[in-house]
């Protein structure tokens, strides 16, 4: 084996994740009332083409949570034990690395523009002068890798950027043009009562199929065309330039999807089991069990939460410094105080979930079917799992849903100031807090926070476009479009 | 008499995920002045969707999609929004079912009166608000120069209800719609609502709409008579004229649904089958699947309005082929003969409650002490033969659902003995009270709010078998749950569906059957037909029937619903703010009441027999609102409303007087 598999925290709690999820689908198709909602979810054009977005983010953030530690070469010769780099590195960097090439990483030396041949700044270099003589000029250096292939960068690279835009354009086309040939095809495949795939394609762009497989299907082109375009130009050029250290800032932007998705999802799976059973046992027990919850939640509440998460998040990193002995490599370090922050939001956040919880177990409590359940007699604790915590499930569904964004939002600004992931971890915050210096320079340094901003656009717009659909879908006062008909449409018109 | 109200070829949909609903097909009728026009029906049958498209205040799903609605010349239909505006409340006054969600509880009742005025052009300022104090007398509010300045919630349900009505009528509209307007009142309520309407009425001669699903209301109510069924009216008549002969076969099937004392002793007659969805194309006659006269041509051809054959003067007329064919149907059906006494087996007394008490204590302040309590049950003293069925009568707030609750332990008594078959269960260790759970059952009121969506229908039968170690395994459970569902009258698949693809009968049959489930000695109901309509009350009702006398089970049944009292009914305890006030055999107190509080209860049931003759509510001091059960009048605690009270009443809570030797009552002018 030339690697070593690295199995870190959140790695381990993000698969535990999925696997609920996929536990919870195989259970939810078998019962039709849980099934309903999600066949409505699914109806929703908007929502569906969300979740194509947040697919595709989340196959970055898994590809990215599979981690190991390459072997180091031995030098032919000496026998020993097998040695492992100290950097842990994930599928995902394997992946952009084929794909971006010598783009990937730290390959210059500092700022670049996006597509640029040339550095940002001038440096001063020495040049073999007329005279033969070499002489010091001062101008903007050519830089190691982006457009190095161009010899005359001036005349030749806007027909080079455009010919490999088209021609990544032209692979995103075929990629999605076999994309939806599976999806297609295996949705035929079990719904054979559509006429096959021609069928499915056929009622897909006249929309009438029962899935809106239209907006489904733009959306995976959108993105088909993005990773194209992305794969043949970023692996020329730094597509989205480079930051301060000269990394590529494409690459940090895709490394930081991960971190966004474990803020996002771990920490909701912190704050769920807190505030759904605290809060049910607040509801349904009442009495001083209820005026004890009550208590934390509102003093909880009623302390600045920036205030709190800075100085949990400082002694956090107290403890970590004072026992560097704990990780192997600087890379589990920075997992475990994403661990941290993730539990430490978690805790912080569980009120609002509480609440609502509480106040549904006091209806759920009175209604007669939980009354009739405690003429027979059963325990209280079988009425709570077998009464009250399937009744109270679609809210919590849609709180989680809801949830998702608000979270990685609180890490752009927890890292923006300064009490949020690891430095050494890439994240939508840490590159806005690195934009705050850049702004102020002349010219302006846009293209950090310009592709921060437009990847926490697309994740979060997404997660909420998603999040409403999952509402209208569980909530069943939210009814359909209407439309207004008849003899009144006149009058009121 | 000249129309107010013209309605013709009415035709609203609701569109909805399972298609379109024929809310109303080819509603077609008028209204003249001082004349009370009700229409009936059981629900969804679209009578609530008559007014809300006469006022053009559809939900948004809905839509008119034919029709006329005139009202004195002015095609509502066609005038745009804002002049419905002015028609609204101007024109057409509207009064609801529920009044506490009618008023708007930021403003006082004066000013929301007010308000109306001034909106209408009628009145302002101070003139407005004389106006407003004058309309609050004529609506019977005690102190209306108080009251003006008081909010809604600090008004009991029956004052709130005349608010609404003087906010409906003040500024004299031509017509009123009043849409269920005592549905959520109790009895001597609603007796003086209704009394409240006619004087009205006679006063300033609007034409009123009223409707309603109770037949004893629209006897004592109206002119004429509309009967709805599945969105279509099948039968118009005069009020005399529909009661004493209906024509339509469904108006005959549901007047023989109704319980009372003639049809004690024998099963209620029932109509098969249900509604049809309204989202069907009807060909036919819409009642042809449950119609017992149903021949080939009902399939085929909708019935057009036939009169009534016997007289010609009358314009009383419905929507059957029978009457076309000459073939009257026969008229409901007697039931005089088989009024025979309930079969009573005859033992020792099942279950002795002795002075139960119930008092949920009043919290204040920061540390939640104790201020006093509420005594929802105030010393009640009951006793059930085996095989025998009790009615606990009461108005809402009188404690009759908290001594359920009581008996049942799901509230915790505060002091008083229940002695079952002979074992004292009050205060007995955890142990003895869940081994005691299986001989005491309860079936709720809202078959919505009783089964839980997330649980198929086995398995929640299965749920306290399986708390008992019933059947011990899973296939013996099965097995009982299906024999079970059979017993109570539902297919056995039903084991495997959810609650919500069920009826309302449906789920309180599955209610009853998870009761039945672990054989329990005694049932207590709780108003187990309230929610429920006519022809589906009948058939729960013949369903305990059966099952008391296959099984031998007790029933306690809670009520306010008195026909259903004289129905069922072995003994009767009559309750009232904590307390029994009365109790006996049902034939004692039904027939010879000796509590003043009895006889006002019997005395404002809206009766079909009756008819307008029916005496009104004489007794002005009935008005007076329930005092609160946190602090009871002193001495008897009925002498607040009490016609007959003296300065004796108000000293001491009067001792039992022992009529005979079943009938007991706490009254000391008790004749
Ligand atoms: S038309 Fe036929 S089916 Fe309809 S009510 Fe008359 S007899 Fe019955
Ligand atoms: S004791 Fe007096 S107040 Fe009470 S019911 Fe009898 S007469 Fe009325």
Same mark, same amino acid.
């Given at each position: 084996?030339?690697?070593?598999?690295?199995?870190?925290?959140?790695?381990?709690?993000?698969?535990?994740?999925?696997?609920?999820?996929?536990?919870?689908?195989?259970?939810?198709?078998?019962?039709?009332?849980?099934?309903?909602?999600?066949?409505?979810?699914?109806?929703?054009?908007?929502?569906?083409?969300?979740?194509?977005?947040?697919?595709?983010?989340?196959?970055?953030?898994?590809?990215?949570?599979?981690?190991?530690?390459?072997?180091?070469?031995?030098?032919?010769?000496?026998?020993?034990?097998?040695?492992?780099?100290?950097?842990?590195?994930?599928?995902?960097?394997?992946?952009?690395?084929?794909?971006?090439?010598?783009?990937?990483?730290?390959?210059?030396?500092?700022?670049?523009?996006?597509?640029?041949?040339?550095?940002?700044?001038?440096?001063?270099?020495?040049?073999?002068?007329?005279?033969?003589?070499?002489?010091?000029?001062?101008?903007?250096?050519?830089?190691?890798?982006?457009?190095?292939?161009?010899?005359?960068?001036?005349?030749?690279?806007?027909?080079?950027?455009?010919?490999?835009?088209?021609?990544?354009?032209?692979?995103?086309?075929?990629?999605?043009?076999?994309?939806?040939?599976?999806?297609?095809?295996?949705?035929?495949?079990?719904?054979?009562?559509?006429?096959?795939?021609?069928?499915?394609?056929?009622?897909?762009?006249?929309?009438?199929?029962?899935?809106?497989?239209?907006?489904?299907?733009?959306?995976?082109?959108?993105?088909?065309?993005?990773?194209?375009?992305?794969?043949?130009?970023?692996?020329?050029?730094?597509?989205?330039?480079?930051?301060?250290?000269?990394?590529?800032?494409?690459?940090?932007?895709?490394?930081?999807?991960?971190?966004?998705?474990?803020?996002?999802?771990?920490?909701?799976?912190?704050?769920?089991?807190?505030?759904?059973?605290?809060?049910?046992?607040?509801?349904?027990?009442?009495?001083?069990?209820?005026?004890?919850?009550?208590?934390?939640?509102?003093?909880?509440?009623?302390?600045?939460?920036?205030?709190?998460?800075?100085?949990?998040?400082?002694?956090?990193?107290?403890?970590?410094?004072?026992?560097?002995?704990?990780?192997?490599?600087?890379?589990?370090?920075?997992?475990?105080?994403?661990?941290?922050?993730?539990?430490?939001?978690?805790?912080?956040?569980?009120?609002?979930?509480?609440?609502?919880?509480?106040?549904?177990?006091?209806?759920?409590?009175?209604?007669?079917?939980?009354?009739?359940?405690?003429?027979?007699?059963?325990?209280?604790?079988?009425?709570?799992?077998?009464?009250?915590?399937?009744?109270?499930?679609?809210?919590?569904?849609?709180?989680?849903?809801?949830?998702?964004?608000?979270?990685?939002?609180?890490?752009?600004?927890?890292?923006?100031?300064?009490?949020?992931?690891?430095?050494?971890?890439?994240?939508?915050?840490?590159?806005?807090?690195?934009?705050?210096?850049?702004?102020?320079?002349?010219?302006?340094?846009?293209?950090?926070?310009?592709?921060?901003?437009?990847?926490?656009?697309?994740?979060?717009?997404?997660?909420n476009l998603f999040a409403d659909a999952v509402r209208d879908a569980f909530d069943p006062r939210l009814s359909p479009k209407r439309r207004r008909r008849g003899l009144l449409a006149k009058a009121s018109a | 008499m000249s129309a107010v109200l013209e309605i013709g070829g009415l035709n609203t949909r609701i569109e909805t995920a399972g298609g379109v609903?024929?809310?109303?097909?080819?509603?077609?009728?008028?209204?003249?002045?001082?004349?009370?026009?009700?229409?009936?029906?059981?629900?969804?049958?679209?009578?609530?969707?008559?007014?809300?498209?006469?006022?053009?205040?559809?939900?948004?799903?809905?839509?008119?999609?034919?029709?006329?609605?005139?009202?004195?010349?002015?095609?509502?239909?066609?005038?745009?929004?804002?002049?419905?505006?002015?028609?609204?409340?101007?024109?057409?006054?509207?009064?609801?079912?529920?009044?506490?969600?009618?008023?708007?509880?930021?403003?006082?009742?004066?000013?929301?009166?007010?308000?109306?005025?001034?909106?209408?052009?009628?009145?302002?300022?101070?003139?407005?608000?004389?106006?407003?104090?004058?309309?609050?007398?004529?609506?019977?509010?005690?102190?209306?120069?108080?009251?003006?300045?008081?909010?809604?919630?600090?008004?009991?349900?029956?004052?709130?209800?005349?608010?609404?009505?003087?906010?409906?009528?003040?500024?004299?509209?031509?017509?009123?719609?009043?849409?269920?307007?005592?549905?959520?009142?109790?009895?001597?309520?609603?007796?003086?609502?209704?009394?409240?309407?006619?004087?009205?009425?006679?006063?300033?001669?609007?034409?009123?709409?009223?409707?309603?699903?109770?037949?004893?209301?629209?006897?004592?109510?109206?002119?004429?008579?509309?009967?709805?069924?599945?969105?279509?009216?099948?039968?118009?008549?005069?009020?005399?004229?529909?009661?004493?002969?209906?024509?339509?076969?469904?108006?005959?099937?549901?007047?023989?649904?109704?319980?009372?004392?003639?049809?004690?002793?024998?099963?209620?007659?029932?109509?098969?089958?249900?509604?049809?969805?309204?989202?069907?194309?009807?060909?036919?006659?819409?009642?042809?699947?449950?119609?017992?006269?149903?021949?080939?041509?009902?399939?085929?051809?909708?019935?057009?309005?036939?009169?009534?054959?016997?007289?010609?003067?009358?314009?009383?007329?419905?929507?059957?082929?029978?009457?076309?064919?000459?073939?009257?149907?026969?008229?409901?059906?007697?039931?005089?003969?088989?009024? $025979? *006494?309930?079969?009573?087996? =005859?033992? !020792?007394?099942?279950?002795?409650? +002795? %002075?139960?008490?119930? @008092?949920?204590?009043?919290?204040?302040?920061?540390?939640?002490?104790?201020?006093?309590?509420?005594?929802?049950?105030?010393?009640?003293?009951?006793?059930?033969?085996?095989?025998?069925?009790?009615?606990?009568?009461?108005?809402?707030?009188?404690?009759?659902?908290?001594?359920?609750?009581?008996?049942?332990?799901?509230?915790?008594?505060?002091?008083?003995?229940?002695?079952?078959?002979?074992?004292?269960?009050?205060?007995?260790?955890?142990?003895?009270?869940?081994?005691?759970?299986?001989?005491?059952?309860?079936?709720?009121?809202?078959?919505?709010?009783?089964?839980?969506?997330?649980?198929?229908?086995?398995?929640?039968?299965?749920?306290?078998?399986?708390?008992?170690?019933?059947?011990?395994?899973?296939?013996?459970?099965?097995?009982? $749950? *299906?024999?079970?569902?059979? =017993?109570? !009258?539902?297919?056995?698949?039903? +084991? %495997?569906?959810?609650? @919500?693809?069920?009826?309302?009968?449906?789920?309180?049959?599955?209610?009853?059957?998870?009761?039945?489930?672990?054989?329990?000695?005694?049932?207590?109901?709780?108003?187990?037909?309230?929610?429920?309509?006519?022809?589906?009350?009948?058939?729960?009702?013949?369903?305990?029937?059966?099952?008391?006398?296959?099984?031998?089970?007790?029933?306690?049944?809670?009520?306010?619903?008195?026909?259903?009292?004289?129905?069922?009914?072995?003994?009767i305890a009559v309750m009232y703010l904590g307390r029994i006030v009365e109790s006996g055999s049902a034939d004692e107190v039904l027939r010879r009441p000796r509590h003043p509080y009895t006889q006002a209860l019997l005395a404002a049931v809206p009766r079909i027999e009756g008819g307008a003759e029916a005496p009104q509510v004489a007794d002005r001091k009935?008005?007076?609102?329930?005092?609160?059960?946190?602090?009871?009048?002193?001495?008897?605690?009925?002498?607040?409303?009490?016609?007959?009270?003296?300065?004796?009443?108000?000293?001491?809570?009067?001792?039992?007087?022992?009529?005979?030797?079943?009938?007991?009552?706490?009254?000391?002018?008790?004749?």
């Amino acid at each position: 084996m030339n690697f070593m598999v690295v199995v870190l925290w959140t790695d381990v709690l993000l698969f535990i994740l999925l696997a609920v999820c996929l536990a919870y689908a195989r259970h939810a198709a078998r019962r039709p009332h849980l099934r309903a909602p999600w066949a409505r979810m699914a109806r929703s054009a908007s929502g569906m083409a969300a979740a194509t977005v947040l697919s595709a983010f989340a196959l970055i953030g898994v590809l990215d949570s599979l981690h190991y530690r390459p072997l180091i070469e031995a030098k032919p010769g000496v026998p020993g034990p097998a040695r492992y780099a100290v950097e842990v590195r994930s599928v995902l960097d394997l992946v952009i690395q084929g794909v971006l090439g010598p783009m990937a990483g730290k390959s210059e030396k500092t700022y670049s523009a996006p597509l640029a041949t040339h550095a940002f700044s001038r440096e001063n270099i020495e040049r073999p002068g007329p005279d033969g003589k070499p002489r010091q000029v001062r101008e903007y250096p050519r830089l190691a890798n982006g457009g190095a292939h161009l010899k005359d960068p001036a005349r030749e690279w806007a027909a080079d950027v455009a010919t490999h835009a088209v021609r990544g354009m032209v692979f995103g086309f075929i990629a999605w043009l076999a994309l939806a040939f599976v999806l297609l095809g295996a949705y035929a495949a079990n719904h054979q009562e559509d006429g096959g795939i021609a069928g499915v394609w056929g009622d897909a762009w006249s929309g009438r199929g029962r899935l809106p497989w239209r907006s489904i299907l733009i959306t995976l082109l959108v993105i088909c065309l993005c990773a194209g375009v992305a794969a043949t130009l970023g692996s020329r050029y730094h597509l989205l330039g480079t930051d301060k250290v000269g990394q590529d800032v494409l690459y940090l932007a895709l490394k930081s999807v991960r971190t966004a998705l474990i803020i996002g999802t771990l920490t909701t799976l912190v704050m769920l089991p807190m505030g759904v059973l605290l809060g049910i046992a607040a509801g349904y027990f009442g009495g001083w069990i209820d005026d004890a919850i009550q208590y934390v939640y509102t003093t909880l509440n009623s302390i600045p939460g920036v205030l709190l998460i800075a100085a949990s998040v400082l002694m956090m990193q107290v403890a970590i410094d004072a026992n560097p002995g704990w990780f192997a490599t600087a890379a589990e370090r920075a997992d475990f105080r994403l661990l941290c922050l993730c539990f430490i939001l978690g805790m912080m956040s569980w009120t609002g979930l509480c609440r609502l919880m509480r106040g549904e177990a006091l209806k759920l409590r009175e209604l007669e079917y939980v009354q009739a359940a405690r003429a027979f007699g059963v325990s209280r604790l079988a009425i709570i799992v077998r009464h009250i915590l399937p009744n109270v499930m679609h809210l919590v569904i849609i709180s989680a849903v809801m949830d998702f964004s608000g979270m990685v939002l609180t890490e752009a600004v927890l890292s923006y100031v300064g009490v949020g992931v690891d430095p050494s971890m890439s994240s939508f915050g840490s590159m806005i807090n690195a934009a705050r210096l850049e702004m102020s320079r002349d010219p302006m340094v846009w293209w950090s926070l310009a592709a921060a901003f437009f990847f926490m656009l697309a994740l979060v717009l997404a997660a909420n476009l998603f999040a409403d659909a999952v509402r209208d879908a569980f909530d069943p006062r939210l009814s359909p479009k209407r439309r207004r008909r008849g003899l009144l449409a006149k009058a009121s018109a | 008499m000249s129309a107010v109200l013209e309605i013709g070829g009415l035709n609203t949909r609701i569109e909805t995920a399972g298609g379109v609903i024929r809310a109303l097909d080819d509603v077609s009728f008028e209204i003249a002045r001082g004349e009370t026009f009700a229409v009936v029906g059981e629900s969804g049958c679209g009578k609530s969707m008559t007014a809300l498209s006469i006022m053009r205040l559809l939900p948004e799903a809905a839509w008119i999609d034919s029709g006329r609605v005139d009202q004195e010349g002015r095609r509502l239909l066609e005038l745009p929004e804002y002049e419905m505006r002015d028609v609204r409340g101007r024109r057409i006054g509207m009064i609801f079912q529920e009044p506490a969600t009618s008023l708007n509880p930021v403003m006082t009742c004066g000013e929301q009166i007010v308000e109306v005025l001034e909106r209408h052009g009628i009145a302002r300022g101070a003139a407005a608000r004389a106006r407003a104090l004058d309309w609050l007398q004529r609506v019977g509010i005690p102190d209306p120069a108080q009251r003006m300045d008081d909010y809604p919630f600090q008004l009991s349900g029956g004052m709130k209800q005349r608010v609404m009505i003087a906010l409906a009528l003040c500024s004299e509209p031509e017509v009123l719609i009043a849409d269920e307007p005592t549905t959520a009142l109790d009895v001597t309520i609603q007796a003086q609502i209704l009394d409240l309407l006619v004087e009205l009425q006679r006063s300033n001669g609007m034409a009123m709409l009223l409707i309603t699903h109770d037949l004893g209301v629209v006897a004592r109510m109206a002119h004429r008579v509309a009967l709805m069924y599945a969105g279509e009216m099948i039968e118009i008549g005069s009020r005399a004229s529909f009661f004493a002969r209906p024509l339509h076969p469904y108006a005959a099937r549901l007047f023989a649904a109704l319980p009372g004392s003639a049809s004690r002793g024998s099963p209620l007659m029932t109509i098969p089958g249900m509604v049809p969805p309204l989202t069907t194309e009807f060909a036919g006659c819409r009642f042809a699947p449950r119609c017992a006269f149903a021949h080939a041509r009902c399939e085929a051809e909708a019935p057009g309005w036939h009169m009534a054959a016997t007289d010609g003067t009358t314009s009383h007329r419905a929507r059957c082929h029978l009457l076309e064919e000459g073939e009257v149907p026969p008229l409901r059906a007697e039931a005089g003969a088989a009024a $025979a *006494a309930l079969p009573v087996s =005859q033992q !020792g007394a099942l279950l002795e409650v +002795r %002075d139960l008490k119930v @008092h949920f204590p009043i919290r204040r302040g920061l540390f939640r002490r104790t201020v006093g309590h509420v005594r929802a049950v105030d010393g009640v003293s009951l006793t059930i033969g085996a095989g025998r069925t009790l009615a606990l009568v009461g108005e809402s707030g009188c404690g009759k659902t908290t001594v359920g609750k009581g008996l049942l332990q799901l509230i915790a008594p505060s002091a008083g003995s229940i002695r079952f078959d002979g074992r004292e269960l009050a205060g007995a260790p955890a142990k003895v009270l869940r081994q005691s759970r299986s001989l005491m059952q309860i079936v709720f009121q809202d078959p919505f709010a009783s089964l839980n969506p997330r649980m198929r229908v086995g398995e929640i039968i299965a749920e306290g078998m399986a708390s008992f170690g019933l059947g011990v395994d899973q296939a013996g459970r099965d097995r009982e $749950a *299906a024999s079970l569902l059979a =017993q109570v !009258g539902l297919p056995a698949d039903a +084991r %495997d569906r959810y609650p @919500h693809e069920f009826s309302g009968g449906q789920r309180q049959r599955i209610a009853i059957a998870r009761a039945l489930a672990v054989e329990p000695k005694l049932i207590v109901c709780d108003e187990p037909t309230s929610a429920l309509d006519v022809s589906v009350q009948a058939q729960i009702l013949n369903l305990l029937a059966d099952l008391q006398r296959e099984r031998g089970v007790a029933l306690l049944f809670i009520t306010h619903n008195l026909a259903v009292v004289e129905h069922l009914a072995h003994d009767i305890a009559v309750m009232y703010l904590g307390r029994i006030v009365e109790s006996g055999s049902a034939d004692e107190v039904l027939r010879r009441p000796r509590h003043p509080y009895t006889q006002a209860l019997l005395a404002a049931v809206p009766r079909i027999e009756g008819g307008a003759e029916a005496p009104q509510v004489a007794d002005r001091k009935l008005f007076a609102d329930l005092p609160s059960p946190a602090n009871p009048p002193a001495g008897c605690h009925f002498h607040t409303r009490c016609s007959r009270a003296t300065a004796e009443c108000a000293a001491a809570y009067p001792e039992a007087r022992i009529v005979s030797q079943t009938h007991r009552v706490h009254c000391i002018h008790a004749q």
